[in-house]
């Protein structure tokens, strides 16, 4: 086990309240509040416009901040290409003047030759193609409009001039950014360029550990500190005895819409006891991960994100 004590956040469920067909957001803000008082973290939102459609992620946010003072806040994933950077960039210092500074923006770019993904670009008149190369652009655009006045930009994607925008993030440099990926070697290049964070859902602590020690390397070439890139792992789960873990087994079978052997062989997925699962997240923690992200595969969260604590306290990780 590291020596550092790894922080713990939990992942909104913000699709589920679209397919449970409630139009009642209590249950996301007492999920949200619950998390706080127990000691976790971070709170985070997935996002999709319509391959799986969910309550918009910053709107859930600027909702969740009000009733909140302490936790972190942040998107797991956001796919930042699908917006205009300027508008983003304005909504997000907004986002983050509100919330007393505790926003982080986790980037993503959507599943590849997915076509349901690739028509989320497509509705808006995006190339899919290039939306890796279009988030790249995205953040150096924003940080420059975080840090700067009187901003011009003229790329293969965005051209304008003169442009400030106000009021600036609170935290200093801007939003931090945290970039998504899993082995995958243009990835791990661009985290080490670009990224504050890495956010990933890789199945192996061992080729976890191999990643980030590319990361790094990558970070020296490109003449950055790696300590400054905060690496995590988005850890879904279903714990508890074996209701509970057959129940988080057809969760995820129905969220994805193909079986659980599928999504389980595509993204790392730990069922078993508390204590087995908490293993598991310490061998993330030793692998270095540093914040943990936790997704329940349950119906019911908020009993779920209590018994995790309760197992997490045990085992000296939360509070």
Not at 77 to 105: E, K, V
Not at 148 to 162: I, K, L, M, P
Not at 169 to 192: D, F, H, T, Y
Request: charged share 25%; with cysteine; proline share 5%.
């Amino acid at each position: 086990m590291s020596e550092s004590k790894p922080k713990f956040g939990i992942l909104l469920p913000t699709r589920e309240a679209i397919m449970s067909g409630r139009s009642d957001p209590s249950s996301l803000f007492q999920l949200a509040e619950c998390a706080e008082t127990l000691g976790y973290d971070s709170v985070w939102v997935g996002d999709s416009l319509t391959a799986r459609p969910r309550i918009d992620a910053l709107t859930t946010l600027a909702a969740v901040g009000a009733r909140t003072k302490r936790v972190r806040l942040g998107t797991a994933i956001f796919l930042a290409a699908l917006r205009h950077p300027i508008l983003l960039a304005y909504q997000l210092a907004s986002l983050d003047w509100m919330t007393g500074g505790r926003i982080d923006l986790g980037v993503g770019y959507g599943r590849p030759k997915e076509p349901a993904s690739e028509h989320e670009f497509e509705i808006l008149g995006l190339d899919p193609g290039k939306r890796m190369k279009m988030s790249e652009e995205l953040i150096q655009v924003m940080r420059r409009l975080w840090r700067e006045n009187d901003v011009s930009h003229a790329g293969n994607f965005t051209r304008f001039g003169h442009v400030t925008i106000e009021p600036k993030p609170v935290q200093p440099g801007g939003v931090p950014i945290w970039l998504a990926s899993n082995n995958v070697e243009p990835g791990l290049k661009r985290v080490a360029r670009l990224g504050d964070g890495w956010l990933n859902n890789i199945k192996s602590p061992d080729i976890y550990r191999e990643c980030w020690e590319k990361i790094r390397n990558y970070a020296a070439d490109a003449n950055r500190n790696a300590d400054s890139i905060h690496p995590a792992i988005y850890f879904t789960l279903a714990a508890g005895g074996t209701e509970a873990v057959v129940e988080g087994q057809t969760f995820l079978a129905q969220y994805y819409n193909r079986s659980y052997e599928a999504v389980a062989n595509a993204m790392l997925c730990v069922t078993g006891s508390w204590e087995e699962v908490i293993d598991w997240m310490e061998k993330y923690v030793d692998a270095g991960a540093r914040t943990v992200v936790l997704r329940f595969a349950a119906l019911d969260q908020l009993r779920t994100l209590e018994a995790c604590a309760e197992a997490l306290h045990r085992r000296g990780l939360l509070g």
